[in-house]
């Protein structure tokens, strides 16, 4: 099974910070994997799919980068709803999620 | 609008068994598979399985073959996961989830969770 890694695992941030998070697969996985966030208490949403595609509403701030075994999920200014857990999702020949990088305000 | 409503929440005693239910509507319940997805607390999200709603097959995760079910009723456009032998680590908020058919799986919309408490 392919295994998917995130780091880190939590940050802090304040308001208006470059975030960045990575998801590293154990084998290629070309382009399959996807992006979520979660909020206590709602279903998670997607954020961006094929690696580097912007799900229809998200916020343009959202963006995916990588290919292959590198991923990169960045969110270019945050916001005070940004708050969440992000997780990676791989589709390729399998599926399984990353285990969670929780975002936490500075 | 694309919806799919779940099934209220359950408290069931180890080793029973729970049948969650994902009712859809606002699209073609055949054109697209269903998947569940499960939250524990301070875990992360975990895959158990598809079903294809065009035509019933399953895959389901390893961690859950042997102990889980899925089945769908195109009539009522409504998915089922059952789990059985449940002990009190399937405490969790299970979650229905559509696949967006479109390079690779990944879910574009979800239900709003069915809170699972196993206890005795």
């Known amino acids: 099974d392919i295994q998917m890694t995130q780091s880190p695992s939590s940050l802090s941030a304040s308001v208006g910070d470059r975030v960045t998070i990575t998801c590293r697969a154990s084998?290629?996985?070309?382009?399959?994997l996807n992006w979520y966030q979660h909020k206590p208490g709602k279903a998670p949403e997607l954020l961006i799919y094929?690696?580097?595609t912007l799900q229809t509403g998200v916020p343009s701030r959202f963006s995916g980068s990588g290919s292959g075994t590198d991923f990169t999920l960045t969110i270019s200014s945050l916001q005070p709803e940004d708050f969440a857990t992000y997780y990676c999702?791989?589709?390729?020949?399998?599926?399984?999620f990353g285990q969670g990088t929780k975002v936490e305000i500075k | 609008q694309v919806q799919l409503v779940q099934s209220g929440a359950e408290v069931k005693k180890p080793g029973a068994s729970v049948k969650v239910s994902c009712k859809t509507s606002?699209?073609?319940?055949?054109?697209?598979?269903i998947s569940w997805v499960r939250k524990a607390p301070g875990q992360g999200l975990e895959w158990m399985g598809w079903?294809?709603?065009?035509?019933?097959?399953?895959t389901y995760a390893q961690q859950f073959q042997g102990r889980v079910t899925m089945t769908k009723d195109s009539s009522t456009a409504t998915a089922y996961m059952e789990l059985r032998s449940l002990t009190p680590d399937d405490t969790a908020i299970y979650y229905c989830?559509?696949?967006?058919?479109?390079?690779?799986?990944?879910?574009?919309?979800w239900g709003q969770g069915t809170l699972l408490t196993v206890s005795s």
């Open positions: 989830a559509r696949d967006r058919e479109s390079f690779g799986k990944h879910f574009d919309y």
């Open positions: 606002g699209y073609t319940f055949t054109g697209h598979d």
């Open positions: 079903i294809s709603s065009f035509s019933g097959d399953t």
């Open positions: 084998q290629s996985i070309t382009r399959y």
């Open positions: 094929a690696a580097s």
């Open positions: 999702q791989h589709s390729y020949r399998s599926l399984s």
